[in-house]
T-cell receptor, first 111, second 115 residues
Framework: EDQVTQSPEALRLQEGESSSLNCSYT??????LFWYRQDPGKGPEFLFT???AGEEKEKERLKATLTKKESFLHITAPKPEDSATYLC????????????FGKGTRLSVIA | GAVVSQHPSRVICKSGTSVKIECRSL??????MFWYRQFPKQSLMLMAT?????????EQGVEKDKFLINHASLTLSTLTVTSAHPEDSSFYIC???????????FGNGTRLTVT
């Protein structure tokens, strides 16, 4: 059974204090690993897709990396507007198949 | 981009009534849409896969007679919660892909409260 475990469950940072979120996964035949951002009362917003170990993607203060067992979302010099829940998800098969999500990391960035 | 619109954003209903939630792909056609449910501080859990022109595929433990899915066109899927009970109160979110191997894009969700 596909499993996605995210840690920590919650993270509180001071503005400018860099950190990393972890996503460990167990899936047979990984097609892709996805990071989403979810604000309260909203649907998830797509951030990154990673397909193979060693791959990295960047967007503003966020950088996602992938190994064969886990992915990291690095947040550099975060700002209060980065506060959200960050979700990790995996897709097992190629094509139009659903994603399996972790529980997310609730990030709070304090000014 | 790929825009998925969901309506209503919030609904409150009485126990025993039915509620319909609409999910539309605004700038693309979606032969497949996915319905998820999310409880507070929990993960998004897949409920069913909605297929245009055919029956939906439900995940284990999801009652197909309670959660009716209709995907009548390439841009619209609906989820009807029948005979709703307080335990059905949750955040329901639909999603779809613009192209076969592109990311899933999500609607803004529907907060259902059953009193």
């Amino acid at each position: 059974e596909d499993q996605v475990t995210q840690s920590p469950e919650a993270l509180r940072l001071q503005e400018g204090e860099s950190s990393s979120l972890n996503c460990s996964y167990t899936v047979s035949g990984l097609r892709g690993l996805f990071w989403y951002r979810q604000d309260p009362g909203k649907g998830p917003e797509f951030l990154f897709t990673l397909y193979s170990a060693g791959e990295e993607k960047e967007k503003e203060r966020l950088k996602a990396t992938l190994t064969k067992k886990e992915s990291f979302l690095h947040i550099t010099a975060p700002k209060p507007e980065d506060s959200a829940t960050y979700l990790c998800a995996v897709q097992r098969h190629s094509g139009n198949t659903p994603l399996v999500f972790g529980k997310g990391t609730r990030l709070s960035v304090i000014a | 981009g790929a825009v998925v619109s969901q309506h209503p954003s919030r609904v409150i209903c009485k126990s025993g009534t039915s509620v319909k939630i609409e999910c539309r792909s605004l700038d693309f056609q979606a032969t497949t849409m996915f319905w998820y449910r999310q409880f507070p501080k929990q993960s998004l859990m897949l409920m069913a896969t909605s297929n245009e022109g055919s029956k939906a595929t439900y995940e284990q433990g999801v009652e197909k007679d309670k959660f009716l899915i209709n995907h009548a066109s390439l841009t619209l899927s609906t989820l009807t919660v029948t005979s709703a009970h307080p335990e059905d109160s949750s955040f329901y979110i639909c999603s779809a892909r613009k192209e076969r191997n592109s990311p899933l894009h999500f609607g803004n969700g529907t907060r259902l409260t059953v009193t």
